[in-house]
Nanobody, 121 residues
């Protein structure tokens, strides 16, 4: 059974940085596409970033140039480095995994419980 556990969220001032981590178990890490999603209160969930072991990445326009996704296959861990944070980045951040790059974007089959990121102005 795939298990994803996020950490690293918190309260930060606008302009600051945070690094989120997502530790995975129950899967062959480098065989999966991995992603970060977020959901703010009253808003739909949106994809933030995705990555696979071939180095393929994708980012939401709203975070390009500020956020970077990376993975450490030896540690079964996915990261999201978030710089120049803005109040509108405030949300619950979730990591997700799927064996399919396409399904990761459409309806990933494995999800973590989320970590809260709050950016104050």
């Amino acid at each position: 059974q795939v298990q994803l556990v996020e950490s690293g969220g918190g309260l930060v001032q606008a302009g600051g940085s945070l690094r989120l981590s997502c530790t995975a178990s129950g899967l062959t890490f480098d065989a999966y596409a991995l992603g970060w999603f977020r959901q703010a209160p009253g808003k739909e969930r949106e994809e933030v970033a995705a990555i696979d072991s071939d180095g393929r990445t994708s980012y939401a326009d709203s975070v390009k140039g500020r956020f970077t996704a990376s993975q450490d296959n030896a540690k079964n861990t996915l990261y999201l480095q978030m710089n120049s944070l803005k109040p509108e980045d405030t949300a619950m951040y979730y990591c997700a995994a799927d064996t399919s790059w396409l399904l990761l974007h459409r309806n990933a089959r494995s999800w973590g419980q989320g970590t809260q990121v709050t950016v104050s102005s």
